[in-house]
């Protein structure tokens, strides 16, 4: 009996130790559990208080976010978003988060408040294949190369004495289509386009490779009218909505066909750049190079490219994406521009009648305008600024992306979300 009872006590008590222990253990793991939520708790409330909310915006629906309430007009649809939701704003494009951002003093913070964090720009696929894989200065990201870049062409092929030096290639290029223009006789139609384009190309050309292509002469002629289609054709490319962009992991599909697109369209720009370049080898093979200020674009970054020290070497598919970007910025919408201000000046006679006078008393009748008029031209100055203001060539910025997390008008941006 005594046995029993011990064995009884014994096993009470072990199973009293245990019992013990497990609840202990227990207790421990609630309390853990306990604070650590509280932890959780505090800490999320405290980055809510430390962090700015996201803009507001529209919902959107799952997958698609809100373009099919999107039209062809954008610009249109995001000043109508603008007035429900305010000057800054977000909205999902597909798999993107997009910020849209239309007042003038929130815009200040972005691009000159903040130009180092909002630096990158948001590498779509028809931008990325006309640059030859984000090689030049507009789609390049922010860092040394875009920096060593940037620096080339601001600081040595726009430098003033390179661009003085260049000023009478210009002004034979302009005189020419004007004398074009006289040619033809009084009375005869003009195609404004067609002369701007033409106007525009030569200029450019004879700064990029020292003479015009744009001539009819043998074995040495563009077409300017497949030139001006292209250049159309490629701003139409870089504003089309692209399944590739909002769904990236679609990118190597090309569903709508736009890279491939994209591919032909530059193709007809880089006959005309491949065609300066070997001029330019001939040249210098021959010639061999001059000081910098007596050489053309061409030539100055084909002798980067050949002799450049590691701070200023490039590489070819960065020395046709910086000319691509000459070509085509520097005529397309220049000819838009000229267009719509000829356009407004025949709609509004009295301010034709302005500008003509204006001319005649500072340049004269007998004169040819120059590039030295231009800055005592004050009304026709007005006149163009008014016509960018009713025509803008590009309703959008290029779209940016910041580097860092930020903070625009009390609202935050994550990183790498899209800005427009």
């Known amino acids: 009996m005594m046995c029993m009872w011990s064995r009884w006590w014994e096993t009470f008590h072990e199973y009293q130790y245990h019992h013990k222990h497990e609840l202990s253990g227990a207790i421990l793991t609630l309390l853990i559990t306990i ?19 996201l803009p507001p915006g529209p919902a959107g629906l799952p997958l698609v976010g809100y373009l099919p309430f999107l039209g062809q007009n954008l610009h249109r649809d995001f000043s109508r978003l603008a007035s429900l939701y305010g000057p800054i704003y ?10 849209v951002i239309s007042s003038p003093s929130l815009l200040k913070q972005v691009v000159r408040d903040q130009d180092t964090v909002f630096a990158n720009r948001d590498p779509v696929v028809s931008m990325t294949v006309a640059s030859y894989g984000g090689n030049d200065i507009a789609f390049a990201p922010y860092g040394p190369v875009w920096k060593k870049l940037r620096k080339i062409f601001v600081g040595k092929m726009l430098s003033n004495n390179v661009v003085d030096n260049l ?21 005869t139609p003009v195609d404004v386009g067609s002369f701007a384009m033409l106007t525009a190309v030569n200029s450019v050309l004879t700064m990029l490779c020292g003479a015009s292509s744009v001539k009819g ?9 497949e030139l001006r289609k292209a250049s159309a054709e ?10 590739s962009d909002l769904f990236p992991w679609l990118a190597w599909l090309d569903i709508q066909g736009i890279a491939k697109e994209t ?11 491949d065609s300066a370049i070997e001029k330019t080898k001939k040249a210098v093979k021959e010639k061999g190079t001059g000081g910098d200020e007596s050489k053309d674009f061409v030539q100055f970054l084909f002798d980067l490219h050949e002799h450049g020290d590691d701070e200023t070497s490039i590489t070819m598919p960065q020395l046709k994406a910086m000319l691509m970007d000459i070509v085509v910025g520097g005529t397309d919408t220049t000819t838009t521009m000229v267009e719509w201000t000829m356009a407004e000046l ?15 008393q500072v340049v004269g009748l007998t004169n040819m305008v120059e590039e030295s008029h231009l800055s005592e031209l004050t009304y026709l100055n007005a ?13 959008f910025l290029i779209p940016r992306c910041p580097s860092q997390s930020t903070t625009v008008g009390g609202y935050y941006i994550p990183k790498d979300f899209v800005t427009l």
């Open 383 to 395: 006149v163009v600024k008014e016509t960018f203001r009713l025509h803008p060539p590009l309703p």
């Open 263 to 273: 591919r032909k369209v530059r193709r007809v720009f880089e006959v005309m750049i």
């Open 35 to 53: 604070i650590t939520a509280a932890a959780a708790l505090w800490w999320l409330r405290q980055y809510r208080k430390s962090t700015p909310p």
């Open 167 to 187: 000023y009478g290639l210009r002004r034979k290029a302009v005189k020419e289509s004007v004398s074009r223009i006289y040619g033809a006789g009084i009375g």
């Open 234 to 243: 490629l701003v139409v490319l870089f504003g089309k909505p692209n399944v």
């Open 217 to 225: 002469e043998e074995g040495d002629a563009v077409n300017l009218a």
């Open 90 to 99: 977000k909205l999902w494009l597909g798999k993107k988060l997009c910020v």
């Open 346 to 360: 025949l709609k509004h006679p009295e301010a034709m009648r302005k500008v003509q006078e204006e001319l005649t």
